[in-house]
């Protein structure tokens, strides 16, 4: 499995970046997907999560109303919609698969996660 994370990039506050994980060696049908991201100088933290057969989505709190996770199964690709950015929102987006059935509680545990992308990175000026 390779995950392929594009779509990073400086914005100014208030702005909006898609992120897009491109899945490659398996169907994507079959795996529930994460997205994380790691600050400066902070711990790498679960951001967003979506069930291999969309039958939940979460999201951590600070990124409620303002991130979308989605796919897009015919081009085996995730996605991170993210509007009204912050500054705190700055640092290394990437996302995570795993085949395994994925309760929510598991969104944020990454060791649950089997495979990941090299990630890309979000800058957002105040």
């Known amino acids: 499995v390779q995950l392929v994370e594009s779509g990073g990039g400086l914005v100014q506050s208030g702005g909006s970046l898609r992120l897009a994980c491109a899945v490659s060696?398996?169907?994507?049908?079959?795996?529930?997907i994460a997205w994380f991201r790691q600050a400066p100088g902070k711990e790498r933290e679960g951001v967003s999560c979506?069930?291999?057969?969309?039958?939940?989505?979460w999201y951590e709190d600070s990124v409620k109303g303002r991130f979308t996770i989605s796919r897009d199964n015919a081009k085996n690709t995730a996605y991170l919609q993210m509007d009204r950015l912050k500054p705190e929102d700055t640092g290394v987006y990437y996302c995570?698969?795993?085949?395994?059935?994925?309760?929510?509680?598991?969104?944020?545990?990454?060791?649950?996660?089997?495979?990941w992308g090299q990630g890309t990175r979000v800058t957002v000026s105040s």
């Open positions: 995570a698969s795993t085949r395994i059935f994925t309760p929510l509680a598991m969104c944020t545990v990454q060791d649950w996660w089997d495979d």
């Open positions: 060696g398996v169907t994507l049908t079959n795996y529930s």
């Open positions: 979506i069930g291999r057969e969309d039958d939940f989505t």
